[in-house]
């Protein structure tokens, strides 16, 4: 197993049937975890690769009717070396 995990951004708050349709998509047999965090905007899902794709779960939470507005990097890279002073 090949567990990843994608975090994307949405636009509109999600209504009450959108957050019941993505409850069932915890359901899908390879859908490990999924969090909501409202005040960020976003969703993580966490899945198995070895059963499912991103392009996959992008579809399945958009069928769900949440509007999603970008995939969001899961860490920030880290900021460049400070260049070295000649002396």
Not at 21 to 44: F, I, N, Q, S
Not at 67 to 78: A, G, H, K, N, S
């Amino acid at each position: 197993m090949t567990q990843l995990d994608v975090l994307y951004r949405y636009g509109v708050p999600p209504t009450e049937a959108s957050v019941l349709a993505m409850a069932k998509v915890r359901e899908v047999y390879g859908v490990r975890h999924m969090a909501l965090d409202e005040a960020k905007k976003t969703v993580r899902i966490e899945y198995d690769a070895s059963r499912l794709t991103e392009p996959v779960i992008f579809e399945l939470l958009r069928r769900a009717g949440l509007d999603i507005v970008e995939t969001m990097p899961m860490f920030t890279p880290p900021p460049p070396p400070e260049p070295v002073a000649a002396t």
